[in-house]
């Protein structure tokens, strides 16, 4: 039966694979579910990273400020 996710396959070292089959069996998951669950982590952590370095470069020293209310009218 075919899948509506595509799949993608990685490669470890041996001694990062049992440290992931470790961490799987720990936690009474696949080490595929696992590593879909870091890579989604690690992905969302990026993405802060990511808009936090455009924020800081748009933060302007007396720069004027406005509400909730008035942003969204």
């Not at 579910?33 to 993405?47: D, G, H, I, Q």
Request: charged fraction near 30%; hydrophobic fraction near 40%.
């Amino acid at each position: 039966m075919a899948t509506k996710n595509p799949r993608i396959n990685v490669t470890f070292e041996e001694s990062t694979a049992g440290l992931l089959s470790h961490l799987a069996h720990k936690e009474n998951k696949s080490v595929a579910s696992l590593v879909r669950e870091l890579a989604l982590e690690a992905l969302k952590m990026r993405e802060d990273f990511y808009l936090s370095k455009i924020a800081e470069e748009l933060d302007q020293e007396g720069a004027t400020t406005c509400g909730h209310d008035d942003a969204w009218k």
